[in-house]
């Protein structure tokens, strides 16, 4: 019961990671605020928490709008009265991940100005709507925790990323550095978790991709080949432990969840 009784927003918690992540704060004792773009899977998360004897709920929203950050916001703010948690999960993975064979694509020269505009939107401005939004309440609490999903594709460039999901990623760990510099003289915590290659709804990685990434990580479960890939439960414990007063004096880290794929 690592968070018992503290209020978490997830953003992008219907399915993968975020969905991980939302399971795991209600588990060690979160009431959860589900936020997602498709009422079904929000719902089918929020459901699965309130099963576990949890408070939950489910909101419809696209976090690249100002005013539906800020109306979900409040809608928490009125049924629980306070934010303590905010993970920053929501992002649009790379549209032509599949096709990131060097041979054949020049991720540069190839992504379209809409893929831009989207990723750059949810996956970078999103995460600021939201972090701007949950700060005033946090600020009057005197605590509070946010937590940006970055990526591999942020520290490093990425393997099989692209020029705006590249971006976004490096952007989201600047927004969190520069949030615990800023907010924690108002007891706030902001940091950012990297996650590592993780198959889950949503990557379109070729088995060969899948491969080639395995073979780059150094670390495998039980000294399994097949087990060097991660997995969202390895994420939503990273999660855990920044929501939670085990991280008490952390700030402004970027903790990279990668099996050693990139050490720094």
Do not use: H
Not at 59 to 85: A, F, H, P, T, Y
Not at 100 to 126: H, K, R, S, V, Y
Not at 237 to 243: C, I, K, R
């Amino acid at each position: 019961m690592l968070v018992k009784d503290k209020v978490a927003i997830v953003t992008g918690g219907g399915r993968g990671l975020g969905k991980a992540i939302a399971l795991t704060l209600g588990r060690e004792g979160a009431k959860v605020a589900v936020f997602g773009r498709t009422l079904a899977t929000i719902e089918q998360t929020a459901s699965e928490i309130k099963s576990m004897g949890r408070e939950a709920m489910a909101i419809k929203m696209d976090v690249s709008k100002s005013d539906e950050v800020n109306e979900s916001v409040r809608q928490v703010l009125d049924k629980w009265g306070r934010i303590d948690i905010l993970v920053n999960n929501a992002a649009v993975l790379p549209r032509n991940a599949s096709k990131a064979d060097p041979a054949t694509f020049n991720p540069i020269l190839d992504t379209p100005d809409d893929e831009w505009d989207e990723q750059i939107a949810t996956d970078l401005t999103g995460v600021f709507y939201c972090m701007r939004a949950v700060i005033r309440p946090m600020m009057v609490q005197k605590s509070g925790r946010i937590i940006n999903i970055g990526s591999l594709a942020g520290v490093q460039g990425g393997y099989f990323s692209t020029p705006s999901y590249t971006a976004a990623k490096a952007g989201v760990i600047g927004l969190a550095k520069l949030g615990a510099r800023w907010l924690g003289k108002y007891g706030i915590n902001v940091n950012a978790v990297n996650p590592g290659p993780i198959p889950t709804e949503g990557v379109t990685f070729t088995p060969t991709q899948w491969e080639t990434l395995a073979k780059m990580i150094p670390f495998r479960r039980g000294g399994l080949a097949a087990e060097a890939l991660g997995k969202p439960q390895d994420i939503a414990n990273a999660v855990l432990y920044l929501a939670s007063d085990l991280s008490a004096y952390v700030t402004g880290i970027s903790l990279n969840v990668l099996g050693g794929q990139w050490m720094g």
